[in-house]
């Protein structure tokens, strides 16, 4: 399976502070994206970095890839009680034709 | 226009019913998704369409049957389901296959079968 496996599986911060997710994945991919879902709604696509960049910034949020790790790493800096959400990493592996999804972060920043 | 529109919000059925998911984009997305999201799990990819044609079924079971009748509308018909089919049911569009861009995903169904 190309699905990636995110870790922590579950985070809790203080408004303010820094939080950090790391996701892996099997295969060779193309690119990887991030998501973040609230509360059982809809997925929002956050940044989406491509397998020759090595890392992308956007707004407070800080994406990186090694691909001879097969890993990335999300990091949301100054968060707020509203970055309370599920995470999730996905890959689109060597085929293009179809994103898969990690099992995803749960993030809880507390006021 | 940059949504992605899924009707109902909500759908309660029981298992001789049948019932169908709604998906419209206004984006000229030509690549769209049907996926399937348990509570705590990451979604699944049941279905992809890529030019109103489908691209590829990830093993589904027949109960559930995808139709692209344009480029803007995904529909997802339900038959004979069963209480494990409660789910949140997730569309999404891209801009084309190769997957080379993000994802735009609608709010998704909530299904409850009984």
């Known amino acids: 399976s190309q699905q990636g496996e995110e870790d922590p599986q579950a985070l809790s911060i203080q408004e303010g502070e820094n939080a950090t997710m790391n996701c892996s994945y099997k295969?060779?991919?193309?690119?990887l994206q991030w998501y973040r879902q609230n509360s059982g709604r809809g997925l929002v696509h956050l940044i989406l970095i491509r397998s020759n960049e090595r890392e992308k910034h956007s707004g407070r949020l800080r994406v990186t890839l090694d691909t001879s790790k097969k890993s990335s790493s999300l990091l949301i800096t100054a968060s707020r009680a509203a970055d309370t959400a599920s995470y999730f990493c996905?890959?689109?592996?060597?085929?293009?034709?179809?994103?898969?999804f990690g099992p995803g972060t749960s993030l809880s920043v507390i006021p | 226009d940059t949504e992605v529109t899924q009707t109902p919000k909500h759908l309660v059925m029981g298992m001789t019913n049948k019932k169908s998911l709604k998906c419209e984009q206004h984006m000229g997305h030509r690549a769209m998704y049907w996926y399937k999201q348990k509570a705590k799990k990451p979604p699944e990819l049941m279905f992809v369409y890529s030019y109103e044609k489908l691209s590829i079924n990830e093993s589904v079971p027949s109960r559930f049957s995808p139709e692209c009748p344009n480029s803007s509308l995904l529909n997802l018909h339900l038959h004979a389901l069963q209480p494990e089919d409660s789910a949140l049911y997730l569309c999404?569009?891209?801009?084309?296959?190769?997957?080379?861009?993000?994802?735009?995903f609608g709010s998704g169904t909530r299904l409850t079968v009984v």
């Open positions: 295969t060779s991919i193309n690119n």
């Open positions: 999404a569009s891209s801009q084309e296959l190769p997957t080379g861009g993000g994802y735009t």
């Open positions: 996905a890959t689109d592996g060597a085929s293009y034709d179809k994103v898969i």
